[in-house]
């Protein structure tokens, strides 16, 4: 999962279904209140953005 919370390091073919939807599960899962939980959101939205930027080139 880090290597998709930089730009630099994201896979040539990156799996973005998989981590959105990992994301979403462990989201779920954890409490709001959770010190995690905030810096998990941000990267979902980080990630669903950098998704609909790549779609937008194609």
């Known amino acids: 999962m880090d290597k998709y919370l930089h730009v ?15 994301l979403d599960f462990v989201l ?9 939980y905030q810096a998990l959101k941000q990267a979902q939205l980080d990630i669903q953005h950098w998704v609909s930027q790549d779609k937008g080139q194609r």
Request: charged letters at 30%; zero cysteines; a positive charge.
């Open 28 to 36: 779920k899962h954890t409490s709001e209140q959770s010190p995690h």
């Open 8 to 22: 630099e390091t994201v896979p040539k073919t990156p799996r973005w279904r998989n981590v959105v939807r990992t």
